[in-house]
Nanobody, 120 residues
Framework: QVQVVESGGGLVQPGGSLRHACAASGSIFSIKSMGWYRQAPGNDRELVAINTSGGSTNYADSVKDRFTISRDDAKKTLYLQMNSLKPEDTARYYC??????????????WGQGTQVTVSS
């Protein structure tokens, strides 16, 4: 199957920066998209940013000009650079990978999530 492992996250003061990484591995034939989502307590999970294999990248309005995603296809790794963090960015961040497996089935695979807390 496909494994998605995230790293990064932590506690940071307002205005600070953090960097996440998300590595996909396993029975991957191709990756269609990789993206970051977040969920704060009491809220629905929301899209933060997503990158498709076609090269397009979309960001939530709330993070535009502050967050940047980048992708290393050779390593099957997605990065999320978060700058100018605000308390409202506090949430658990999840990586999602839409991939076709070697069995030629396409599914979404999720990481376990990493906590980001922005507080002074």
């Amino acid at each position: 199957q496909v494994q998605v492992v995230e790293s990064g996250g932590g506690l940071v003061q307002p205005g600070g920066s953090l960097r996440h990484a998300c590595a996909a591995s396993g029975s991957i034939f191709s990756i269609k998209s990789m993206g970051w989502y977040r969920q704060a307590p009491g809220n629905d999970r929301e899209l933060v940013a997503i990158n498709t294999s076609g090269g397009s990248t979309n960001y939530a309005d709330s993070v535009k000009d502050r967050f940047t995603i980048s992708r290393d296809d050779a390593k099957k790794t997605l990065y999320l650079q978060m700058n100018s963090l605000k308390p409202e960015d506090t949430a658990r961040y999840y990586c999602s990978v839409v991939a076709t497996t070697t069995a030629r089935s396409t599914s979404s695979f999720w990481g376990q999530g990493t906590q980001v807390t922005v507080s002074s």
